[in-house]
Structure formats: structure tokens, C-alpha cells
């Protein structure tokens, strides 16, 4: 077995006994990626071996010196193009930052990299996070491992593609509508959400302020607990980060859900799931309930609402966020003009791509004076409400089961082609979202094509380590092995 087969955690551990050394990991990945980057597409940038290197051997000394001791030390890691890298090439995978190299960190990355992870290269993306497949990107399409006639997910496809071919055994994502969550699902990877607040959002080039949140991916529960647990921090540079006691996530690691309610929303497995999904999920459900958890269905009111407040509310706040891409400061800028607003417009039409410019225009549309009150401030008010029906529902449960997408990974070319249905493939996501709420996703089966299901486990507000012990037993269960 290759060292790119082993988890993040055992990796790690690896290194720490000395019987792998930090530049072995660091060649091994480099090595996978050139194996099959070609095909897959996983990265927008890949670093220079020579810096990669540098920095193996500097976090190999302070191993060896004993300074380094997490479990991450000395691990390769692959970060997605929305994160700030001092130097390093950050895209959002948009013609628009071509050129864009930040001059800070995204302070989720200085925590991976205070911990001795090793970068590896930034990940390729729908473009500004804007797309469920990677499709979107500037700079090409990035493939399913499992068949490479179909999509990742998205809008984090390159990092789940990345980790599911085992480019490198961890990267990070950001979930903005489902983010980490429906490509973890499309590539048998498990991935998590955390608690809105609880990472840092210094330094991730933003889409929807509210909603966004910076995640882990990984090949089980065990890694992504001990990189949640890296990457958390409260942090005063970012005005919604939350001061948390209690940020020991590998303590959730506990085989056992003894007790445990776990409730599924009849709106998650009714109409428009394919029924294979819905195998896969409830043969979840049951493993989970012969190892002792209580399991019911339930109504989860508002459901039918979520889609349309979450793509108005995150187009209103992209198309403020995005406003500041306009080829004065920074990125690309159109090479012939007339004069100031003649320069802005051209620049804008043409570094943003399709889709980037849909949701922009809707979002200023629903921002307009006469327009405000009937949409934004509605879809507002419906967010609250959503909330307090996920509130209601935690009064009763410990644990909401469901999908992570209504159908396996679809066909390239399939998704873009009908976009209000791409849309719609976020249907089990975007609450969570809205909610403010951390949800894990892990595989829990294959359909008739060999592609991979996602189980999604939502917990109440901090509650991950919650949300974790469900995941890391159901892991852990023997049908699972």
C-alpha cells in the first residue's frame, strides 16, 4: 500500500515514529498527481517541487526537534483556489484573478501550517465557488474519480477529487450551499461543515458572507475531527468568529450512539430522490438504529423554501462581495478602453464567466430599489423561520439523517445545460446552510454505475462532535467495512 493510501492521521503518525520521513510524503503525493492530473484535472496550481521541499525538510526539523508534535505534522495538504496563500497563485479558478497572488494567508491555512502541514498545490472550483460540479472553472473541468465521464460535485470538486484519487490525503474546502458536502458525496470522501463562526474566514475570497464556512475533506472521520480541530480558532481579524471552549472535536470519536435520536425528514426522502439514494440513506438509518440509536421520520416544515431564499440571499451578498473585481487594484484588466467606466465594464464582462454573471445580476436585481422588500427582505425573514424550524426539530433529536444530493454524480455537460435544475440539487444542503448548523457527510454506498452515495448527518449549532460520533460509528460498524 502507497503512502497517499493511508489516512491523514496515520500518516502522520508515521512520520512521528520516524519510520517515514517528510519529504517521502511530500514526493508520494507529487508523484500520484502526476499520475493522473492529466485525466482529472484536480489542481489549478501544483507549488515548484523545490518549495515544496524547502518547506518538508524545515517542518522535518522541528519534528525531529520535538516543536512539531499534532497529528498533522509533516502531512501533505491541498487547499482550495479561495484561500489567501502568501505568494502563491489564488485564482477562485476565474480569469478575473489570473494574476492574483495575496500577500497574507487565510488564517485557516497559518493554523495548518503553524500544525506542520506541508502544501501541496490549490485545488480547482466552480468559479468563485458559483456551481455544483466544477464545470464552471476558468481553467478547465476537474473529473470524477470514480468515472471520469462525470462530474465531481462542486463548488470544492478539485479538493474531493484530489483526496478521493489520493493526490494527498487531506485538503480543505469551503461550503458555502453544500460545498464540501454534495462533491464529498459524489466522490466517496467524507467532508464536514462545521458551525458557522468556528473556522476563520480571514483570507477566503468571498461569496456569501453569511453562509460561508471553511472545511476539511478527508478519507474518514478520524482526519477530518483532527483537521477541524487544526484549523479551528476564534480570530479577531474576522468580525463572525465565535469564541468556542470547548474546539477537542477528536473526542467525539466514540463507537457508540447508545441512546442517540436520530430524526429523518420525510421531505429528504420523498419526491425527486433516486431511489438508489434512498436505499443506500435508509440502510444507513438502520445500521445506525441496531446500534442502539432511536430513528423516526419527522416533518421538517419549509423545506420547499430553502432553495429560493438561499440563491436569493447569496446572490445579493456575491454580487456585493464580487463588486470590488474591477481591474483597478488587482486581477485582470481589459487591454483596450475608454475611459474609467468603459474599463470597469469591459473587465467585468469579460474575467467573469457564465455563471458568475447570473448570479450577479440576480443578486443586484433583488437588491434594487422596488425589488428589496418583495425578495431579499422576504427571503430574510425565511431564513429565521427555517432556523427556528431546525430549532424545534433539535428539541426532539440529537441527529437529522439524510441525502447529501438527490442522485449520484451526473454526466459532464448534463448539469449546465439546465441550470434552475443544477439549482435544485441543493435541496438537502443549503438549510444547513442557512441555519448556520455543522453537518458531516460520509459514504454509505455505490449505485448500479459504481458511484458513490453520501449520508449526511446535521447537528444542532456546536454540537459536531455530536454529528461525529454518529459518523465515526456508523464508520465503525461492521456493514461498513
Known amino acids: 500500500m502507497g503512502l497517499m493510501s493511508l489516512t491523514a492521521v496515520e500518516l502522520g503518525k508515521k512520520i512521528k515514529e520516524g519510520s517515514v520521513s517528510v519529504r517521502d510524503a511530500a514526493l508520494a503525493s507529487l508523484e500520484s498527481i502526476k499520475k493522473s492530473e492529466d485525466l482529472l484535472h484536480s489542481f489549478v496550481t501544483v507549488l515548484d ?90 481553467y478547465g473541468i476537474t473529473r470524477n474519480p470514480h468515472n471520469t465521464e ?16 489520493e493526490q494527498c490525503p487531506y485538503a480543505l474546502g469551503s461550503d458555502t450551499g453544500g460545498s ?16 458557522y463562526g468556528t473556522v476563520s474566514r480571514y483570507g477566503l475570497i468571498a461569496y456569501g458572507s453569511s453562509l460561508d464556512q471553511i472545511g476539511p475533506v478527508a478519507k474518514d472521520v478520524t482526519d477530518c475531527a483532527a483537521i477541524l480541530e487544526t484549523i479551528s480558532s476564534y480570530d479577531e481579524k474576522d468580525s463572525t468568529s465565535v469564541k ?30 433516486d431511489p438508489q439514494v434512498r436505499d443506500a440513506v435508509l440502510n444507513a438509518a438502520g445500521i445506525l438504529a441496531k446500534r442502539g440509536a432511536v430513528v423516526e421520520e419527522f416533518d421538517l416544515s419549509l423545506v420547499e423554501y430553502a432553495i429560493p431564499a438561499y440563491y436569493i440571499i447569496a446572490s445579493a451578498e456575491a454580487s456585493s462581495n464580487l463588486a470590488r473585481f474591477d481591474g483597478v487594484k488587482y486581477g485582470y484588466r481589459t487591454k483596450q478602453y475608454e475611459g474609467l467606466h468603459n474599463m470597469y465594464k469591459k473587465t467585468r ?47 426532539t433529536y440529537d441527529v437529522i439523517l439524510g441525502p447529501a444530493a438527490p442522485t449520484t454524480a451526473p454526466k459532464i455537460g448534463e448539469s449546465l445545460s439546465d441550470p434552475i435544475q443544477m439549482y435544485l440539487g441543493d435541496i438537502y444542503t443549503v438549510s444547513v446552510n442557512l441555519a448556520g448548523l455543522p453537518s458531516i457527510c460520509i459514504p454509505c454506498g455505490k449505485d448500479d454505475k459504481g458511484l458513490p452515495v453520501g449520508l449526511q448527518l446535521i447537528g444542532n449549532c456546536f454540537e459536531e462532535k455530536t454529528i461525529i460520533r454518529a459518523a465515526y460509528t456508523f464508520e465503525c460498524s461492521a456493514e461498513m467495512r
Do not use: W
Request: aromatic share 8%; hydrophobic share 40%.
Open 180 to 195: 464540501i458536502r454534495q462533491p464529498s458525496s459524489f466522490c466517496g470522501v467524507t467532508g464536514l461543515k462545521p458551525t
Open 244 to 273: 468556542r471552549d470547548d474546539l477537542d472535536f477528536t473526542s467525539g470519536l466514540v463507537n457508540n450512539v447508545e441512546g442517540m435520536r436520530i430524526g429523518i425528514p420525510k421531505e429528504y426522502i420523498g419526491e425527486g430522490l
Open 150 to 165: 462525470h462530474v465531481p460535485g462542486g463548488s470544492s470538486g478539485g479538493s474531493c477529487a484530489a483526496v478521493a484519487a
Open 349 to 395: 464582462s469579460e474575467g467573469f464567466g457564465a455563471e458568475v454573471k447570473r448570479r450577479i445580476m440576480l443578486g443586484s436585481y433583488v437588491l434594487s430599489s422596488g425589488y428589496y422588500d418583495a425578495y431579499y427582505l422576504k427571503a430574510l425573514r425565511t431564513k429565521a423561520l427555517i432556523k427556528e424550524a431546525f430549532d424545534r426539530a433539535f428539541e
Open 49 to 138: 517541487e523545490d518549495a515544496i521541499l524547502a518547506r518538508a525538510a524545515e517542518v522535518q526539523e522541528k519534528i525531529d526537534r520535538g516543536e512539531l508534535t499534532r497529528p498533522l505534522a509533516g502531512v501533505p495538504v491541498a487547499i482550495k483556489d479561495n484561500m489567501c496563500t502568501e505568494g502563491v497563485l489564488t485564482t477562485c479558478s476565474s480569469k478575473i484573478l489570473a494574476n492574483f497572488k495575496p500577500v497574507y494567508t487565510a488564517e485557516a491555512v497559518r493554523n495548518l501550517e503553524k500544525a506542520g502541514a506541508v502544501m501541496i498545490g490549490k485545488t480547482n472550483m466552480d468559479e468563485f465557488a458559483m456551481g455544483s460540479t466544477t464545470e464552471t472553472s476558468a
